[in-house]
């Protein structure tokens, strides 16, 4: 229960600081994408199935307020948090490589398909334009907050570990 609500919480700020706080700090017109880094880290920590949850809830969460068609964010988080939680057999928490390569290239299919599905639908065939302005900024300023957040989410996911392990030595 405690995680549960926990991680709400965590997709309510990362959507907040997502669309309000970096808003006011764009970077090359661009927000680093909150939600994908909470949706990588929570499945590279604790597998496909939280990934999943948690990609679904956060693409909801932005088809409600955002999308004109509700369940396009929430399939493609989920389906990016599926992806990741293969990943989760590979990782230790000491590394920090790994979950931010995956931010990365998450961030690049996540753009081709914003492309595909916003871009090429309204007659915009500049792709080199869109990788050039819009995709390559935001990998470079996603990746930077990841450093620091994805730290954040690590410290929080293993006090919740180590609670739940205290909860279970008292059985």
């Known amino acids: 229960m405690r995680r549960t609500i926990i991680t709400a919480i965590c997709i309510l700020l990362c959507y907040i600081f997502q669309t309000s706080v970096f808003g006011l700090f764009k970077l090359a017109d661009t927000v680093p994408n909150m939600m994908l880094i909470l949706v990588v880290s929570i499945a590279v920590m604790r597998g496909q199935k939280s990934g999943m ?3 679904f809830f956060s693409g909801l969460l932005l088809d409600i307020f955002y999308s004109s068609y509700l369940g396009i964010f929430a399939f493609l988080y989920m389906f990016l948090g599926f992806l990741d939680g293969f990943f989760h057999r590979i990782y230790y928490s000491e590394d920090t490589f ?8 998450n961030d690049v299919v996540y753009g081709i398909l914003m492309y595909i599905g916003y871009g090429l639908l309204k007659n915009h065939l500049h792709i080199f334009q869109y990788v050039k302005r819009i995709i390559l900024p935001e990998i470079v300023y996603t990746v930077a907050v990841a450093l620091i957040l994805y730290r954040i989410l690590l410290r929080i996911n293993n ?3 180590k609670y739940d392990k205290g909860s279970v030595d008292f059985v």
């Open 98 to 105: 790994l979950p931010l390569v995956l931010i990365a290239v």
């Open 53 to 55: 949850i948690v990609g």
């Open 159 to 161: 006090a919740l570990e």
